[in-house]
């Protein structure tokens, strides 16, 4: 072999290797779930690598909606709870057991390292509970005399600065972290009102509440299970308890105090997430 040849050899083989080695570090997240095209969690899985930009997540509407209560597959019925609320300001406690449902968008930054994140954008407290169990209490639905929700959730304090996202509870997770299935970390960015009253005291008027991703053995759907306090507090201590699951929802969530330029997402959610896989 002459030189030519042995130096383009090199160069390709050098160049196949690098291919093979960089590759899986490079590689989109993918999400795998149950199209609500097909009839919700009913319906065969679909998987889409995950949007590379939190504006990208929005176009393509890559949003879902997380429910204390799902219907089961398979004619199971209805599972799950309410939701435990609770502000406590030390001469007086306001516990509220509540039907809560959560919804964002999911999208990946960066390529090495990369996270998967999640901005939840929109709320609904108190939807009425499914027959069989026990309803909302009243105070879930109650209103202030100023006409505002007594529990009343914020996304519109402009916070992060600059961020396209800006005024979401947002979140994230390494690949080492969606490897796992389960692993606990921090919605960020959180506000919550009770009786007029703000529950976190840091940057931006917000807080952090710790939650725990839970993708389930393949075949069920992911939850975020909570029971902690929202930090810094107030002089109004809130805590959360409680369990929310991805959903099929043909209702549209429209809590009014939603992202600045985030639009009002689709009737239905994208679908019932199964898991998040790291190719």
């Known amino acids: 072999m002459n030189i030519r040849h042995l130096k383009k050899a090199i160069?390709?083989?050098?160049?196949?290797?690098?291919?093979?080695?960089?590759?899986?570090?490079?590689?989109?997240?993918?999400?795998?779930?149950?199209?609500?095209?097909?009839?919700?969690?009913?319906?065969?899985a679909a998987s889409e690598p995950v949007p590379t930009s939190y504006q990208d997540a929005v176009d393509n509407d890559f949003y879902y909606i997380f429910d204390s209560f799902y219907l089961?597959?398979?004619?199971?019925?209805?599972?799950?709870?309410r939701v435990e609320l609770v502000a406590?300001?030390?001469?007086?406690?306001?516990?509220?057991?509540?039907?809560?449902?959560?919804?964002?968008?999911?999208?990946?930054?960066?390529?090495?390292?990369?996270?998967?994140?999640?901005?939840?954008?929109?709320?609904?407290v108190g939807?009425?509970?499914?027959?069989?169990?026990?309803?909302?209490?009243?105070?879930?639905?109650?209103?202030?005399?100023?006409?505002?929700?007594?529990?009343d959730l914020f996304f519109n304090n402009n916070q992060p600065s600059g961020a396209p996202y800006a005024g979401a509870w947002t979140a994230s997770a390494t690949?080492?972290?969606?490897?796992t299935g389960t692993f606990t970390d921090f919605f960020n960015n959180v506000q919550v009102e009770a009786m007029n009253f703000e529950c976190a005291s840091g940057p931006g008027d917000g807080g952090a509440i710790e939650v725990?991703?839970?993708?389930?053995?393949?075949?069920q759907r992911v939850e975020f299970d909570f029971n902690a306090a929202i930090n810094p507090s107030s002089f109004l201590s809130c805590s959360v308890d409680g369990t929310l699951y991805s959903v099929w929802?043909?209702?549209?969530?429209?809590?009014?105090?939603?992202?600045?330029?985030?639009?009002?997402?689709?009737?239905?959610?994208?679908g019932v997430v199964d898991h998040i896989s790291n190719p």
């Open 72 to 81: 089961a597959k398979d004619g199971g019925g209805w599972v799950g709870d």
């Open 249 to 270: 929802e043909k209702e549209v969530l429209d809590e009014p105090d939603h992202t600045p330029g985030t639009p009002n997402p689709s009737s239905l959610s994208r």
């Open 11 to 44: 160069i390709a083989s050098a160049a196949l290797l690098t291919t093979s080695l960089s590759a899986p570090a490079l590689a989109d997240f993918t999400i795998h779930y149950k199209a609500d095209g097909s009839g919700g969690w009913q319906g065969p």
């Open 212 to 219: 725990t991703y839970n993708e389930n053995p393949v075949g």
């Open 88 to 124: 406590d300001a030390g001469i007086i406690t306001i516990p509220a057991n509540c039907r809560l449902q959560l919804g964002g968008y999911i999208w990946q930054e960066g390529d090495d390292p990369k996270t998967v994140n999640i901005a939840v954008t929109h709320s609904r």
């Open 127 to 151: 939807k009425p509970v499914p027959n069989g169990f026990e309803p909302n209490d009243d105070i879930c639905n109650e209103l202030n005399g100023d006409g505002t929700p007594v529990i």
């Open 175 to 179: 690949a080492a972290d969606v490897n």
